[in-house]
């Protein structure tokens, strides 16, 4: 078998088999550029990161010429899953490092290495956590080329958030990476640095673009200039404020490039911050169901286009601010809703037709709202469904993008035939 794959292998170019590898193992937006679309969805995109890493570790295993040709691929994403994935990986790259690397004559595979997951559990109390560090920061140092980076630990390991630091030798070796690294996302709270490390490490990434962290602390109300330079999106569960901390004295309009900003809602309404920056800001997504923002961002955002904000719900009777809701004039409206049925879905897109005469977009954002909706019993005729979601002069999105009466019509057939 390994013989004719080779010899299949060769009557082809090289570049053929790289674009046939390409397409075989991609996984859209996951990588940069195009994961600057998706900068709120890096956790998420773990189980189809799996997937396509099982593919190409089966494309690495046809025949030696594969293992070599695919090495790029099987790399180009790492995901360190479990204490053996990281012993695996550690092993694989300090081989290399030495000389006895298993694709001879090859340098090391961290040189394709542009993304790297880390969700260990390190809860597991038959993990070594002296022993993790010590790999962890080894892989880190052997991948200086990395533009993501990503750690989803579970939460959390203490009775409080933070419990477990980041140790200095993991900051010291995401350093090695300063110039590549485009996008830093801590999704949880735990194994995270201390303040004033984060700060410092922040301050030694002059391309950074995006960032998720679950608190960043700040004085006076402002970010530190250098920090924000280069920053386009920022998403943060709190704002914390530090007494003693030296701040900035001001703003310069051309220090600052952020133009995203993600809350994921814990603690006070972050006031201050939108007061500083919600001029520049042109994206939010609000994932908190409080329901004092919007007035906010009205008085705080004039340059807003596009907006994601959690509702309890779209009848008025149980959420009460939609009775006085003005959103503002933004071309894109997702909403994260913990229930809707049609009936009040066709009551509120009137309001928006009215209130928001700039609208192109309204998107249900959460796939299990879609789901219910579609899958409940039809409260209106299918007709009459597709013909108040078309009547609005804006598209009605499900979570993917696509138009909502067009899966009504589908789930409509589907009924039929069963």
Known sequence: ????????????????????????????????????????????????????LATKRNLALVCKQWQYMTMRYLYHTVLIRTGRDLLALFCTLRNYATGNGSCVGTRSPGQWTRRLDVTLDLRNKCEDLERIVKHLTYVIKSLPK????????????????????????????????ANSLRILDWSGNDFFPQPHQLEELLRDLPNLRVLRCYQLVWANGVIPSNILSSLTT???????????????????DACVSL???????????????????????????????DGDELDLLLKSCP?????????????????????????????YLGVMLEELTFEELFRF?????????????????????????????????????????NENPFRVEDDEGNLLSGWCRISSLTLFAN
């Open 259 to 289: 133009r995203e900003f993600i809350y994921y809602g814990v603690g006070s309404i972050p006031q201050e911050f939108l007061i500083h920056y919600g001029k520049y800001l042109t994206v939010v997504k609000w994932y908190d169901d």
């Open 349 to 389: 897109l009137p309001h928006l037709r009215n209130t928001v005469p700039t609208l192109r977009v309204f998107q249900l954002v959460d796939p299990p709202i879609v789901e219910q909706l579609l899958m409940c019993p039809l409260e209106f005729s299918t007709e009459l469904i597709v013909k108040n979601l």
């Open 146 to 177: 990395l533009e993501i980076v990503s750690f989803a630990i579970p939460e959390s390991l203490g009775s409080e958030p933070g419990f477990l630091i980041m140790p200095l030798g993991v900051l010291d070796a995401l350093r090695r990476s």
């Open 303 to 331: 340059n807003l286009d596009r907006l994601t904000v959690s509702l309890d719900s779209l009848d008025p009777s149980v959420d009460s601010c939609l009775r006085t809701l003005s959103f503002p004039c933004v071309s």
């Open 234 to 252: 920022l998403a943060v569960s709190r704002l914390v404020g530090r007494e003693g901390h030296p701040g900035e004295g001001g703003l310069h």
């Open 1 to 52: 078998m390994a013989a004719t794959g080779s010899h299949q292998s060769s009557r082809f170019p090289v570049e053929v088999w790289d674009r046939i590898f390409e397409l075989a193992t991609d996984v859209p937006y996951t990588l940069v550029p195009e994961v600057y679309e998706k900068s709120d969805c890096i956790g998420d995109q773990h189980s189809a990161l799996e997937a396509a």
